[in-house]
């Protein structure tokens, strides 16, 4: 056993860890309310944070997500409400000094043909490339780590006419960090991207007295995708509670659900 570890601890010397330094400035999410035939412009700000010069490559992919964690990133096409096509980027790759900050200009063409409302999207994926190149003087292995960002492009084409249709898929009460936590999965049946928070509202089961109200932060929700939001309850003493579960988004669209409560020890 103590060869093996002292290998094991040879083997890691043996490793030098090389970290890609950028990031995205002006956030992570581009929302645009659109018109047919209408072009929109846009930039990604990008930042070499390291101390040597970094290559980084721009790509469109699409996108999904859902409430047990699940994260897809796509080749263009395979959602049927992707907006790929109607994105281009005036550069696929550019270069970064060390601290050099740049922008990524894209213009949005809207075509004249748009059959049913509601919101498109992809992502702009920016990722720094490595060149991996032999070290002469050093023995072992290098391991490149990359950290990849995701730019959602959500274009709302009448929205007026689409809106979201919010639904509780699951509903459980965990310990987060040691903390009791109500995890309270919700997916948007709609056609519209919207951002909503959960509130729980908790009444005693017996007296209908309201114990107390806590909710979530705010989250995006793409259409046909779902997220799980959380809820700090651990305030409340374990017992049996009556509660109405409430989403409402940034438009006071509102989705409400009874349900009952067992908190317990464990």
């Not at 919207?194 to 806590?214: D, Q, R």
């Not at 651990?234 to 509660?243: E, G, L, M, R, T």
């Amino acid at each position: 056993m103590i060869k093996r570890i002292f290998l094991f601890i040879f083997f890691l010397s043996q490793i030098s860890f090389l970290y890609a330094s950028i990031t995205i400035l002006n956030g992570l999410t581009h929302t645009y309310k659109v018109e047919n035939g209408t072009i929109y412009k846009g930039k990604i700000e990008i930042e070499n944070t390291g101390k040597k010069t970094q290559n980084v490559k721009l790509f469109l992919q699409d996108f999904s997500y859902q409430s047990d964690g699940t994260i897809s990133y796509t080749t263009p096409h395979t959602n049927n409400r992707t907006n790929v096509d109607w994105i281009t980027l005036n550069t696929n790759q550019l270069t970064l000094k060390a601290k050099e900050k740049k922008e990524v200009y894209y213009e949005i063409t809207i075509p004249n043909n748009i059959l049913e409302p509601g919101s498109y999207w992809s992502v702009i994926m920016v990722e720094p490339v490595e060149d991996i190149k032999p070290n002469d003087n050093k023995e072992g292995v290098n391991i490149t780590s990359i950290v990849r960002y995701a730019i959602q492009i959500i274009t709302d084409y009448d929205a007026e006419k689409a809106k979201p249709n919010l639904i509780f898929e699951n509903i459980k009460i965990d310990k987060v960090e040691g903390k009791q936590t109500a995890n309270i999965a919700v997916a948007n049946k709609g056609n519209l991207y919207c951002k909503p928070s959960v509130t729980i509202e908790i009444y005693n089961h017996k007296t209908a007295e309201k114990i107390g109200v806590f909710s979530s932060q705010s989250m995006g929700l793409l259409p046909q995708t779902s997220k799980t939001f959380q809820i700090n309850i651990d305030k409340i003493v374990p017992d049996k509670y009556n509660a109405i579960i409430l989403s409402t988004d940034e438009n006071e669209n509102a989705f409400a659900l009874n349900v009952e409560l067992d908190l317990k020890n464990d």
